[in-house]
C-alpha cells in the first residue's frame, strides 16, 4: 500500500516569510497527525485531525500556525510569519481511526530551515 | 515534566552487544505503547506494538519490550546488535483519555562494526 505522501522534503525560507507543507495520507485513514521534530527532541504533535475536523491543536501555535484538512483527505500546514525556532522537521501521520488502538504510519516530513 | 522519558540519549555499542533501551511514562488509565525506528535518512517506522495481553511483545529485527505495569515502564531489548541497528529510537505512548500519541525525546544507537 501506498504510504503517507509530504511535499516538499526540503524548504529554506527567511524569517517572517511564509511556507506551506502538504500531506496526503494513507488512503482510508481518518486521522492525520501534524507533529514537530526539532533536532535532538522527539516528535511533539501540533495538531490531530479525524476526517476533517480538528479533534486536538492544544499546541499548535496559532498566532502563526494553521492546519486544514479539506473533504477528511489531504491537508496543509502552514506557517506564517515564520520564526527561526521554527526550523525543524514536520512530520505528518496517519492512522485508521482516533478511538482504536491502530497504529500511525509516517512520511518522510519535510525539513524546513529557517534563516 | 515529561510524560514520556527515554533515559539514554545516546548508546554506543559494538556488534554482537545486547541493547536495553529505557522507557518510562507517567501517565495513569489505558495506554498503548510502541517503539518506533528512525533509520538515517528514513521515516519513523513501527517496530512493535504493546496493546494487551502478553506484556513481553516481539517486534521485527529481533526486537522484544517487556511493558511492566507496576514501573510504568516499555524497555526496548535485543540480545545481539548489528551495525544494521544504527538508528534513533523513540518510545510512544497512546493514551486513552486523550487519544494522543506522546513520544519520548529519542535515544541515538550507534552500533559499531
Known amino acids: 500500500e501506498a504510504g503517507v505522501a509530504q511535499s516538499p522534503r526540503y524548504k529554506i525560507i527567511e524569517k517572517r516569510q511564509s511556507v506551506a507543507f502538504w500531506c496526503n495520507p494513507i488512503s482510508g485513514h481518518a486521522t492525520l497527525y501534524w507533529y514537530q521534530q526539532i533536532l535532538g527532541q522527539g516528535p511533539k504533535l501540533l495538531i490531530q485531525?479525524?476526517?476533517?475536523?480538528?479533534?486536538?491543536d492544544s499546541q499548535l501555535p496559532k498566532d502563526r500556525f494553521s492546519a486544514e484538512r479539506l473533504k477528511g483527505v489531504d491537508s496543509t500546514l502552514k506557517i506564517q510569519p515564520a520564526k527561526l525556532e521554527d526550523s525543524a522537521v514536520y512530520l505528518c501521520a496517519s492512522s485508521l481511526d482516533w478511538a482504536s488502538n491502530s497504529e500511525a504510519f509516517f512520511g518522510q516530513g519535510t525539513r524546513l530551515t529557517v534563516v | 515534566a515529561q510524560s514520556v522519558s527515554q533515559h539514554n540519549h545516546h548508546v554506543i555499542l559494538s556488534e554482537a552487544a545486547s541493547l536495553e533501551l529505557g522507557c518510562n511514562y507517567s501517565?495513569?488509565?489505558?495506554?498503548?505503547l510502541f517503539w518506533y525506528v528512525q533509520y538515517p535518512g528514513q521515516h519513523l517506522q513501527l517496530l512493535l506494538k504493546?496493546?494487551?495481553?502478553?506484556?513481553l511483545v516481539k517486534g521485527i529485527k529481533g526486537f522484544e519490550a517487556e511493558f511492566i505495569k507496576s514501573k510504568f515502564s516499555f524497555n526496548l531489548r535485543k540480545p545481539s546488535v548489528q551495525w544494521s541497528d544504527t538508528a534513533e529510537y523513540f518510545c510512544a505512548v497512546w493514551r486513552g483519555s486523550a487519544r494522543q500519541l506522546t513520544f519520548g525525546s529519542g535515544t541515538q544507537l550507534t552500533v559499531l562494526p
Open positions: 485531525f479525524q476526517n476533517n475536523g480538528v479533534v486536538d
Open positions: 504493546y496493546f494487551s495481553g502478553d506484556p
Open positions: 501517565y495513569g488509565g489505558t495506554v498503548n
